[in-house]
C-alpha cells in the first residue's frame, strides 16, 4: 500500500508539471525552478513536512523534495551556526542528491551515443 501511495502522490505531481508544459508558455526549466521553490515555501510554512510524512517518496523524489531538503537543511544549519548556516546547510542537506544526479549524468555521458537531428 506504501508504494501505491508513493506512486499515485508523485505521479500527481508529475500530472501538475506536465499540465504546466501544456497549457502554459512556461519553459521547462521554469517549471522545475518553480517546484523547487514551491517546496522551499510550502516546508517554510510547515505544510509539506506532514505531506511527506505521508506521500513518503511520493513527495521526498520529485523537485519539490529537494526544496524541502534544503529548507530544513538550512533552517538546521541556521540553528546550529547561526547566519553562517544559511550558506552551508542548504549545500551539506543537499549534497547527497546532488552528488548522485552529477554521477548519473556522467554514467549516461560515458555510455550513450548521441545522434544530431
Given amino acids: 500500500m506504501i508504494f501505491l501511495k508513493a506512486f499515485l502522490i508523485g505521479g500527481l505531481i ?16 521554469r517549471i522545475l525552478v518553480g517546484f523547487v521553490v514551491a517546496g522551499v515555501i510550502l516546508s517554510a510554512v510547515g505544510l509539506y513536512k506532514p505531506f ?15 526544496g524541502h531538503v ?22 551539506t542537506a543537499g549534497s547527497a542528491g546532488i552528488m548522485a544526479a552529477l554521477l548519473s549524468g556522467l554514467t549516461v555521458s560515458l ?7
Avoid: Y
Avoid at 14 to 29: H, N, S
Avoid at 52 to 66: D, K
Fill in 14 to 29: 508529475c500530472v501538475v508539471g506536465q499540465l504546466l508544459i501544456d497549457l502554459t508558455a512556461l519553459t521547462p526549466a
Fill in 52 to 66: 511527506a510524512e505521508f506521500a513518503q517518496a511520493g513527495a521526498t523524489v520529485p523537485l519539490t523534495g529537494f
Fill in 70 to 91: 534544503l529548507c530544513e537543511g538550512t533552517k538546521k544549519a541556521v540553528d546550529e551556526q547561526g547566519l553562517l548556516g544559511a550558506l552551508t546547510g542548504p549545500m
Fill in 111 to 117: 555510455l550513450a551515443k548521441p545522434k544530431s537531428k
